[in-house]
C-alpha cells in the first residue's frame, strides 16, 4: 500500500491559514454561497470545493479559478456561519504573489502592478499627470489651511469617460464653497486591487505611503469617488492606527441637499435605474443615500432593476478583476445592462468608476442600448444643479 506524504499539504493549508484564510475552518460545505455567487449565472464556480480544498491544502493553485472571485460579498452575506470567503480568495492569491510578482497566466494584471509599484496607478500614466482632470476647474492643491480633501481614485483621474465624475464632483464641491483641495501628483493608488490580488507587501507599502502624505499636509477629511478608495481608507487603513474621516460622494450630496447647500432645480425628465456597488452597498451599508438623492431631482422617475439592494448584482469590477479580461459571455455587466432596460430605464446611474467602465463597455454589445446613458450620480447632480 502506497503512502502519500502529507506534510506538503498541510504547508499549504497552514500558510493559508497564517496569510488570513483561517475561516476556511468553519464552512460545513452547505453550498449556499454558490447559489448566489455571480459566475454561476455566466459560468460553473464552485466556491464551496475550492474552501474544501483550501482545508485539505490541494488548491489548485495554477487555476484560473482563483482569479475568478469579485469580493462582491454576495457570499459572505449569504453564509449562515458569516465564513468570510473574501478573505480565504485572498489568502489563497498571496500564495501566488509571494514575491509581489503576478503569475504570467494573468498578464493584464502583472503590467497593472508593475504600474502601480512605478507609478502610484494602474494606468501606466506618470504621476505628474495625475491633476490633469481639473486643470480647467481652478481646484487648488491641498494645504495646511484647506478643510477637505478630495480624492477622486486612480481611474478618475486618469480614465477620460471617468474623469467626467470627478469633475462633475469638483464643480458641486466649489458651487457650494466648500473649502477643499487636491493632492494631485503626491496622491497615489489607495491599494485596493493590489491587496485583493494577493500583492499584501505593495498594499502595505502604498498604504503607508498616502497615511505619510495626509499627515504631512494636514488632512482630517477625505471625499472620495470610488467605494473601492471609501472602503479602504475607512476600513483598511485603520490597521495602521489612523483615523481619517471619510466620506463618499454620495453620502456628501445626500447631507449637503437635506441642510440646502444643494439645491437640484432643473427638471431631469427621465427614467432612472440605480445601480448599487458592492463596495458602497454590501461592504458599507450605503443603499438609501444615492436613492433619496435622485428623488430630490424635479422630473426623475426612480425605478427599480432586478437584484437591487442588498441582492445587487456586482458589475465584475472587484477583487482586481477590473484589470483582468473576461470573456464577452461572462460579463456580469452586460446581464446588467439588460436588466436596466427591462425595467424602462433611459439612465442606468451608479456611483462607482469600475460599474460606469463596466457598464459602458457592455452598452456598446448588447442590442438595443445605444441610447440608454450611463451616468454618475454626480454628473447628474451637477447637471441639475
Keep these: 500500500m502506497e503512502t502519500v506524504a502529507l ?16 475561516a476556511f475552518k468553519l464552512c460545513y460545505q452547505c453550498g ?27 488548491v489548485p493553485l495554477e487555476s484560473d479559478d482563483m482569479w475568478l472571485c469579485t469580493t462582491c460579498r454576495r457570499c459572505v452575506q449569504q453564509c449562515p456561519r458569516g465564513v468570510q470567503i473574501i478573505d480565504i480568495m485572498r489568502a489563497m492569491r498571496r500564495l501566488l504573489v509571494p514575491d509581489g510578482v503576478v503569475p504570467a497566466s494573468v498578464p493584464n494584471l502583472r503590467g497593472v502592478m ?9 494606468w501606466r500614466q506618470q504621476a505628474k499627470d495625475r491633476a490633469n482632470w481639473a486643470k480647467d476647474l481652478g481646484i487648488k492643491e491641498f494645504d495646511e489651511n484647506t478643510q477637505l480633501l478630495y480624492f477622486p481614485c486612480c481611474t478618475s483621474a486618469y480614465d477620460p469617460r471617468v474623469q467626467k465624475a470627478a469633475q462633475a ?30 500583492n499584501e507587501d505593495l498594499f502595505k507599502r502604498l498604504a503607508k505611503e498616502n497615511i505619510k502624505t495626509f499627515i504631512d499636509s494636514g488632512v482630517k477629511k477625505i471625499v472620495v469617488s470610488s467605494p473601492h478608495c471609501y472602503h479602504t481608507f475607512k476600513n483598511e487603513y485603520s490597521e ?7 466620506v463618499h460622494t454620495t453620502e456628501y450630496l445626500y447631507e449637503k441637499i437635506n441642510n440646502g447647500k444643494i439645491r437640484p432645480t432643473k427638471e431631469y425628465k427621465k427614467t432612472v435605474a440605480y445601480h448599487d456597488p458592492c463596495y458602497l452597498g454590501r461592504h458599507n451599508n450605503i443603499y438609501d443615500q444615492p436613492r433619496e438623492i435622485l428623488k430630490s431631482i424635479p422630473g426623475v422617475k426612480l425605478v427599480e432593476i432586478a437584484e437591487n439592494r442588498e441582492s445587487s448584482l456586482c458589475c465584475g469590477g472587484g477583487g482586481a478583476r477590473i484589470w483582468m479580461e473576461t470573456p464577452r459571455n461572462e ?5 446588467r445592462v439588460k436588466q436596466a432596460l427591462e ?39 451637477q447637471e441639475t444643479t
Design 331 to 335: 460579463r456580469f455587466s452586460d446581464i
Design 343 to 381: 425595467a424602462g430605464a433611459d439612465v442606468l446611474v451608479t456611483a462607482c468608476p469600475y460599474c460606469i467602465m463596466n457598464f459602458e463597455d457592455s452598452k456598446l454589445n448588447i442590442p438595443g442600448a445605444e441610447g440608454l446613458e450611463i451616468k454618475d450620480i454626480t454628473e447628474i447632480v
Design 169 to 198: 464632483t469638483g464643480k458641486i464641491l466649489t458651487g457650494v464653497g466648500e473649502n477643499f483641495g487636491i493632492l494631485g501628483p503626491k496622491e497615489t493608488c489607495c491599494g485596493e486591487s493590489v491587496r485583493k490580488a494577493g
Design 114 to 122: 508593475t504600474s502601480i509599484a512605478s507609478e502610484g496607478n494602474p
Design 240 to 246: 495602521f492606527k489612523v483615523n481619517f474621516e471619510v
Design 32 to 58: 449556499l454561497c454558490e447559489t448566489v455567487c455571480p459566475w454561476n449565472n455566466v459560468r460553473e464556480f464552485h466556491i464551496r470545493k475550492i474552501i474544501n480544498q483550501a482545508k485539505l491544502g490541494v
Design 7 to 22: 506534510a506538503p499539504y498541510k504547508a499549504v493549508a497552514d500558510a493559508i491559514k497564517e496569510t488570513g484564510g483561517e
